[in-house]
């Protein structure tokens, strides 16, 4: 049935959600620096071949005891770096101060007056060097206080781009996340939901491609020859690629309700569809409908916990304080170690309620068996 209603719903939001608006695309490079780095130039080089725009997130100071602003840069990588810029191939956002953590992570739960004194130095050497005037902040890590925000508004940032999981305090500050971080799946995505009005952000790092080593954070490598045909295929298709203050600039409406349709609980059993990209507020519904699964799916186990305990002959005082502690102790667990629901907390509860009944199966046979002799 579970599987029944979701193939229903699948192709039900085809029909719902095709219309004029298309996918938007956004690629987020993360990590840029003002030095002399030749797979930085690489990457450049690829989207302008492409006429296609990057937002770079540029650090402006180094991690040394006494930070100094990256400057490394030859006469030639400068003067083509500003020329992408005046092209509107490139739009530079600030990636935080010198991306060192502060306890946490370089910003949250830090103090106002150290986010300030670190994002004003930042902004203001970034927007004298290369003549911009910076209004999208990336937070180092993607992680970011209520704090941060009030900063930023101050700073006269529009936009903030992190992640999914952060905060959405601010009425000022535009909401972008990243929603994918691997090439490999632009041209799937955008090829199924091409007419959909979501937008993709892809969040890109130096370790994304082969030769780098750092496992940790990507498990699916690419080159830059695979970017490059991906980017091809992009303008071919004519499918709409932008900055993120392209975004802004648009009207369309990134505020902080947005936001939160799209943060947490949007990983559900339906909604999950939806998961790599970021969608308007009127998806809310997709919710809903999860939220409503979820209730059933809980209402149909407690009533078998309920049955199975009942054919074990259980009093029904103890029936009813034992199905409360397990299940209690499930959703416990589930939230300890995952932090929200999602697709593993379904398996969670699915792989105790089979220990469960198997056990009590066992309990009724060996009851039997010694009522017999």
Same mark, same amino acid.
């Given at each position: 049935m579970r599987i029944f209603l979701f193939i229903l719903l699948l192709f039900a939001g085809n029909n719902l959600f095709a219309g004029d608006s298309k996918i938007k695309?956004?690629?987020?490079y993360d990590d840029f620096t003002? +030095?002399?780095?030749?797979?930085?130039? /690489?990457? &450049? /080089? !690829?989207?302008?071949?492409?006429? !296609?725009?990057?937002?770079i997130a540029v650090i402006p100071y180094d991690k040394? =005891?006494?930070?100094?602003?990256?400057? /490394?840069?030859? +006469? +030639? +990588?400068? =003067?083509?770096l500003q020329e992408l810029i005046h092209k509107n191939i490139v739009e530079v956002a600030q990636h935080?101060?010198?991306?060192? @953590?502060n306890s946490k992570s370089e910003f949250k739960d830090v103090k106002e007056e150290k986010q300030y004194a670190l994002i004003e130095k930042g902004k203001k050497y970034l927007d004298s060097v290369l003549n911009v005037n910076i209004t999208t902040f990336i937070p180092p890590w993607n992680q970011y206080d209520s704090t941060t925000l009030e900063v930023l508004a101050k700073l006269g940032f529009k936009g903030i781009s992190a992640d999914l999981y952060g905060v959405a305090t601010s009425n000022t500050i535009h909401y972008m996340p990243c929603t994918d971080k691997y090439v490999h799946d632009i041209k799937d995505l955008v090829s199924k939901n091409r007419d959909r009005d979501v937008t993709l952000i892809v969040m890109l790092h130096d370790f994304n491609f082969k030769g780098d080593g750092n496992e940790y954070y990507i498990k699916r490598k690419s080159t830059l020859i695979e970017l490059k045909e991906v980017l091809k295929w992009l303008k071919e298709n004519n499918i709409q690629c932008c900055t993120f203050s392209q975004l802004i600039s648009s009207g369309e409406d990134f505020g902080k309700e947005r936001y939160l349709?799209?943060?947490k609980l949007f990983d559900g059993v339906i909604s999950h569809r939806f998961f790599n990209f970021y969608v308007p507020v009127d998806y809310e519904k997709y919710k /809903?409908?999860?939220k409503a699964f979820w209730a059933g799916y809980y209402f149909v186990a407690l009533l078998l916990l309920w049955v199975v305990a009942k054919l074990m002959k259980i009093k029904p005082q103890r029936r009813i304080a034992l199905i409360f502690w397990i299940s209690c102790t499930v959703v416990l667990a589930a939230f300890f170690i995952y932090g929200r629901f999602t697709h @593993?907390?379904?398996?969670? !509860?699915?792989?105790?309620?089979?220990?469960? #009944?198997? =056990?009590? #199966?066992? &309990?009724? @046979?060996?009851?039997?068996?010694?009522? =017999?002799?």
């Open positions: 695309v956004v690629f987020r003002l +030095q002399n780095v030749p797979f930085q130039d /690489s990457l &450049l /080089s !690829i989207f302008d071949s492409n006429s !296609i725009p990057v937002s040394t =005891a006494d930070p100094k602003p990256y400057n /490394s840069m030859t +006469q +030639q +990588q400068m =003067a083509y935080g101060f010198n991306h060192t @953590k349709v799209n943060s /809903s409908w999860d @593993k907390l379904l398996f969670v !509860i699915n792989g105790f309620g089979v220990l469960w #009944l198997f =056990a009590s #199966l066992l &309990l009724m @046979k060996s009851k039997k068996m010694e009522a =017999a002799h």
